[in-house]
């Protein structure tokens, strides 16, 4: 493609334009750097840096295995050998992967060996057939939901990498709410996802007041509060006047009484729950949230240009604390969608990863709703094949987080991806529509 | 060095932003090329300096082909440009940005600063560029960061250069500095090609004017062509430079500003006690050099910057410490001096802009919700009435020209019920055709008995539009005149000049009387008070 996309608008003289649209991408700050990552992403560069990731994931688990390596050592004797180990490998892995996120046909052999569907059913075998997509499911539920809490602040100018001191700040709530009081079943549940949405919001309000008043840049203020949160948890975890379990020295909380629990949606067989609900119904608000009301309109706004939104009345620094309340209550529920649907208890490990990953999803979908359900779906099924596809082909689980790593590093760098595959820069305009029509559109 | 365009012809898609054109630059002579945003001068001056290749046509250099691959052979070829936004690195010194367009580096490659140095000590001096080879570009203010471009341009043996749009960004004094060094460099021989679409400074400079339109040349002049006759050619109808208006119908005081004392950025009082009312029906213009509490003024009648003394009421009601919501309610229209950074969200399509100040009221808002249907017909409604150019409401407003997204900005502001409008610099950077449209539409708003503040650096703006001229110097007002004032005494007024009575203590009332008070030892006394 040598031929210049054609120019719509007779007024307008390309080549500057591009230049212009350039210089002002042009990234500054860390914030300024996924904006631009963002920015120049489009869905077609998406997906290819999906596939460049694959291929590399792909050639490090072949390189990476001992028998692969083995019949490399003799190459020259048996060259046809060596590829073809190199593939069995490789392929194998992605099949494992697969088997263990989606679906597994062994399991539907397997259940067409039962002698009758009742037996079949109550046996569990049913229950296998789904269960890749169950376990897909619960691992992407936090994903997505801590990916929203990254995405909506970006909508609105505003990185937030306190994704984990939220996540720990809902999670003592719904834990505490969970093992502590009695309530009837339904009750009870509401209580503690309510208490994790108001735990990780306090802590989000607390980032952008802090902002909003200081004018103390948000990445640092909660880049440090996930500090103050991990030790405040350590802390309430090893005392027995806090949330430490009597009569043991393990840091960990009582478990959650069972009312507490995200109702199962599958049978007792799966663990697919109720929070992936919340998580989706959670993308659907804050897409509704961001295009449809004033509130959206008001964070866009001032995400794109903070200086004329102030012009035109909004109030941007209540705006900050109210983006980053909301944000925080979103990493909240993905607190409570492991604590109330997975885990049944509290320890010092329970907020894992998901601080980071939310960046990495967020990024992966581009800042908008639909896209961080995609990207959450995407890494949550990985996380998902991953010990199957260990067992099966003895690839270390680790490779997945290599991938992950591999699927940032091309999404991040738009410019590579176009280099490999020739393609021309999208023009400022075309993606600055797909930008602002967002999810659907 | 004669350079010669022939049949120049530019296509992108279907646009063909170069058709044909033919021009040729004498040595040592001033080419002006005039034309409206989107004419296709920049094309064509890319295609000269080698940033895009022409379709059809060819570039002679002294009577022989050249073929301009990269930027590298043009500059080879001896061409150099001088950009509209600067190419400089603004923590290098003038020395090292100036080092960094020389292609040939000293023994075993090193930099030869010392040399360096001495040649801008030396262009600077036999072209009257005086630049100080060691301060850090980023210190210097625009118009000599422009002189740096131009010795980079010189220092690689430039005998053509393009300057693009220079003054867009330069004050008037500026403006005049340019000039001189321009006539400078003609008078060495180099020839200039001065890109533009201002009519007075073509006329002033240029030797020859080359008319573009829709990429093709319209019509080639050499001064003193007359203002009217450029502005046809360049627009392709007959164009009222002059506004047309009738005598003003003054009503009640609307806007009352009085005593405003503003704190700038990095303290003093950039706006120092400075009064003036504005009646029905009336449009004030208040003139003064850029960076004399202009900015300021505007921003805290905005409520943007807060009030350290003094009061703003709008018709009896008092607004000085209130929030900018709350002016926009109370009926403040506003368009601001820097429309990309203050009026408009570029990535924001040109609908959801056009209520950027009402998308949370009736139609526009439904409780918390957007009622996009009534956005989008506002939208359609408000592009059809102003005659704003964009494919559709959907477009993000930062793809349009200046000019449409000024229209925007005053569609959306003069849409809201309003009862006074403060405009600041609102003809910046457009070309003719969107001068004369604003102009029109903001004395329209006057005759609909609005109470209009148009600020602006421009005296033929002031002298176009204001029914009463206010000057302003540091943050006060020198004196109010009426619009048939000659340019010289407010030229005295802006410069600090007292006011004609002479009498210290002497105030300017905002209607025009004058007043002397003689406890006053000194009109600054506010200042310690």
Known sequence: ???????????????????????????????????????????????????????????????????????????????????????????????????????????????????SLSTAVHDGYLSAVFNPLSETAVQATPLILTGLAVALPYQAGLFNIGGQSQFIGGAIMCAWLGYAYNMPFFVHVVVCVIGAFAGGAALGWLAGEIKARTGAHEVIVTIMLNYVMLYFLAYVLSSHSMLQAPNGTNAITPPITSNAHLPLLAGTHLRINAGFLIALAAAVAVWWLLNRTTTGFEFRSIGANASASRVAGMNVERNWALVMTIAGGLAGLAAASVILGTDFTLNPQSYGTYGIDAITVALLGLGRPGGVVAAGLLFGALHAGSPGMQTATGTPVQIVQVLQALIVLFVAAPPLVRTIYRIRAARARGVSTSMSKGWGA | ????????????????????????????????????????????????????????????????????????????????????????????????????????????????????????????????????????????????????????????????????EPTAVLTPAETEELFRIIRQLTGGGTSVIFISHKLKEVQTIADKITVLRRGKVVGQRTPP????????????????????????????????????????????????????????????????????????????????????????????????????????????????????????????????????????????????NLNLPAIRANAMERIQEFDIRTDSPGSPAGTLSGGNQQKVILAREVGREHKVLIASQPTRGLDVGSIEFVHRRIVEQRDHGVAVVIVSSELDEIYALADRIAVMYEGKITGFRDPDVPAAELGRLMAGGADSTGVPGAIVEPDGSITVDITAPAPDSQEEA
């Open chain 1, 1 to 115: 493609m040598t031929t210049p996309p054609p120019a719509t608008q007779p007024s307008a003289t390309p080549p500057p334009t591009a230049t212009e649209d350039a210089r002002q991408r042009q990234p500054r700050a860390f914030g300024d750097l996924l904006r631009a990552a963002i920015q120049e992403n489009t869905f077609t560069i998406t997906v290819l840096a999906l596939f460049s990731a694959a291929v590399i994931g792909g050639l490090l688990t072949a390189f990476t295995n001992t028998t692969v390596l083995h019949a490399w050592g003799g190459f020259f004797s048996a060259p046809g050998n060596a590829i073809a180990q190199a593939w069995d490998v490789a392929a194998g892995t992605y099949v494992a992967l697969f088997e263990g996120s989606v679906f597994n046909p062994h399991t539907v052999s397997a259940l067409f060996q039962q002698a």
């Open chain 2, 1 to 164: 060095m004669e350079l010669e365009l022939r049949g120049i012809t530019k296509r992108y898609g279907p646009l063909v932003a170069n058709d044909g054109i033919s021009l040729s630059v004498a040595p040592g002579q001033v080419h002006a090329l005039l034309g409206e945003n989107g004419a296709g001068k920049t094309t064509l001056m890319n295609v000269l300096y080698g940033l895009t290749q022409p379709d059809e046509g060819e570039i002679l250099t002294g009577g022989k082909p050249a073929k301009f691959g990269s930027p590298r052979d043009a500059i080879a070829a001896g061409i150099g440009m001088v950009h509209q936004h600067f190419m400089l690195v603004p923590v290098f010194t003038v020395a090292e940005n100036v080092t960094l367009g020389i292609a040939e580096a000293g023994r075993a490659g090193l930099l030869d600063r010392r040399k360096t140095r001495r040649d801008v000590a030396e262009l600077s001096h036999r072209y009257g560029l005086e630049v100080d080879p060691d301060a850090l570009v980023e210190d210097l203010p625009v118009g000599i960061q422009q002189r740096v471009e131009i010795i980079k341009a010189l220092v690689r043996r430039a005998n053509v250069l393009i300057l693009d």
């Open chain 2, 225 to 368: 062509a007359t203002e009217d006759d450029l502005a046809s050619l360049m627009v392709g109808r007959d164009v009222q430079l002059q506004v047309s208006k009738d005598p003003a119908q003054l009503g009640h005081v609307v806007l009352d500003v009085a005593g405003l004392m503003v704190r700038g950025e990095h303290g003093g009082m950039p706006v120092n006690g400075l009064s003036f009312q504005v009646r029905s029906g009336e449009i004030l213009g208040i003139a003064g050099v850029q960076g004399n509490g202009q900015t300021e003024l505007c921003e805290a009648l905005m409520g943007l910057r807060p009030t350290a003394a003094g009061a703003v009421t709008l018709n009896g009601r008092n607004l000085t410490h209130a929030s900018p919501r709350t002016r926009l309610r109370a009926g403040v229209a506003y368009v601001p001096e820097d429309r990309r950074e203050d009026g408009l969200v570029g990535p924001f399509t040109v609908a959801e802009n056009l209520v950027l100040d009402m998308y949370d009221r009736p139609p526009y808002a439904a409780g918390i």
